[in-house]
């Protein structure tokens, strides 16, 4: 079983960027794809990025794929989300998860974190 845990969430400005990050248990982490997505009050978790567990390919939503860089640590069971120009729409509960294999959706992946919440103010 694997245990997720993110942070490096927050509030910042329009135009500001952040680094989450998402520490994983286990000995087996570079086994699996990671993932992460958003929930914005009243809407559908929605995919952003993923990469697959040696971190060679990497796969990310047209809404932030200009913006964005998502990598991993495998000696440190670490992935990130690096997101830049954040925008008042990227305000959400950021997740990250696991996944044997990399997708977009979120019945793909097995495991959950609890969640980082993003505030973007204009």
């Known amino acids: 079983q694997v245990q997720l845990v993110e942070s490096g969430g927050g509030l910042v400005q329009a135009g500001g960027s952040l680094r989450l990050s998402c520490a994983a248990s286990?000995?087996?982490?570079?086994?699996?794809?990671m993932g992460w997505f958003r929930q914005a009050p009243g809407k559908e978790r929605e995919f952003v990025a993923t990469i697959s567990g040696s971190g060679s390919r990497t796969y990310y939503a047209d809404s932030v794929t200009d913006r964005s860089t998502i990598s991993r640590d495998n000696a440190k069971n670490t992935v990130y989300l690096q997101m830049n120009s954040l925008k008042p729409g990227d305000t959400a509960v950021y997740y990250c998860a696991a996944s044997f294999y990399m997708g977009t959706r979120g019945a793909d992946y097995k495991y959950w974190g609890q969640g980082t919440q993003v505030t973007v103010s204009s």
């Open positions: 286990g000995r087996t982490f570079s086994n699996y794809a």
